[in-house]
C-alpha cells in the first residue's frame, strides 16, 4: 500500500516568514513529486512539481527533495495571506507522473496570519 | 481554454437512485481519472483510464462504475448510491508521454448528497 504522510497542521504562519510544508512516502519507487494548493471547496492546483534531489525553485516557493530519506518539502517565503489553503502532497511511481498512479497525501491546512 | 468539465456540480439524491457524473476533457488526454475527498481521508482515486476502452480500478472503486467510449469523456456511474457515497469528486486527466512536467488537470468538483 502506498502511503503520503503529511502533517494535518494547521500550520499558522506570520505573514512575511517562510512556511514551510513536509511530506513523506513509503514507496521507495516512486518518481514523480508534487505540490498541489487546494482552496476550502476548490479543485487542486498544481503549484511544484520535483524529479530529482536537491532544490527546485519557483518564485517564492521552494520544493526539496530527499530520495534517500523519502521526504518532499515545500518552503513558501515572505508568506501572504492568500497563501492560507490546503497543500497537498502527492507522489507517482511513473516517471511520466501521469493521472493514473498519483496518491495524494491529507494535505496540511496553512494558515497565515496578517 | 483547456479544461475538464464535470456536471452535475451539485447533486442531492436518495439511496438506491442511480446517477451518473459526467467529466469532459477537450485536450486529447490519454489519461483520465475519478477521485473522491473526504474530511480526514484526503484525496482517494477510485478508477482510472488509461485510454478509450482501457479502464482501471483505483484505490476505492467499490460501488462505482465507469466507462471510457470516447475520449473525452469520462463519466462515473454510481448504480445503488448509498450515504458512505456522500463526497466531493473530482476528474482529471493527464497527457501521457511528456515526461516530467505533465501536467493534471482537475475538474471543479461535483458534491454529491446521499441520503
Known amino acids: 500500500q502506498k502511503e503520503v504522510e503529511q502533517n494535518s497542521g494547521p500550520l499558522s504562519v506570520p505573514e512575511g516568514a517562510i512556511a514551510s510544508l513536509n511530506c513523506t512516502y513509503s514507496?521507495?519507487?516512486?518518481?514523480?513529486f508534487f505540490w498541489y494548493r487546494q482552496y476550502s471547496g476548490k479543485s487542486p492546483e498544481l503549484i511544484m512539481s520535483i524529479y530529482s534531489n536537491g532544490d527546485k525553485e519557483d518564485g517564492r516557493f521552494t520544493a526539496q527533495l530527499n530520495k534517500a530519506s523519502q521526504y518532499v518539502s515545500l518552503l513558501i517565503r515572505d508568506s501572504q495571506p492568500s497563501d492560507s489553503a490546503t497543500y497537498l502532497c502527492?507522489?507517482?511511481?511513473?516517471?511520466?507522473?501521469?493521472?493514473?498512479?498519483?496518491?495524494f497525501g491529507k494535505g496540511t491546512h496553512l494558515i497565515i496570519q496578517p | 481554454e483547456a479544461q475538464v468539465t464535470q456536471n452535475p456540480r451539485y447533486l442531492i439524491t436518495v439511496t438506491g437512485k442511480k446517477l451518473t457524473v459526467t467529466c469532459s476533457q477537450n485536450?486529447?488526454?490519454?489519461?483520465m481519472s475519478w477521485y473522491r475527498q473526504d474530511p480526514g481521508l484526503g484525496l482517494r482515486q477510485i478508477y482510472y483510464s488509461m485510454n478509450v476502452e482501457v479502464t482501471d480500478k483505483g484505490d476505492v472503486p467499490e460501488g462505482y462504475k465507469v466507462s471510457r467510449k470516447e475520449k473525452r469523456n469520462f463519466p462515473l456511474i454510481l448504480e445503488s448510491p448509498s450515504p458512505n457515497q456522500t463526497s466531493l469528486y473530482f476528474c482529471a486527466s493527464s497527457l501521457w508521454g511528456q515526461g516530467a512536467g505533465n501536467t493534471i488537470y482537475f475538474g471543479e468538483g461535483s458534491w454529491l448528497t446521499v441520503v
Open positions: 485536450m486529447n488526454h490519454e489519461y
Open positions: 502527492a507522489v507517482n511511481p511513473d516517471p511520466g507522473g501521469g493521472a493514473d498512479g498519483l496518491t
Open positions: 514507496d521507495r519507487g516512486s518518481q514523480s
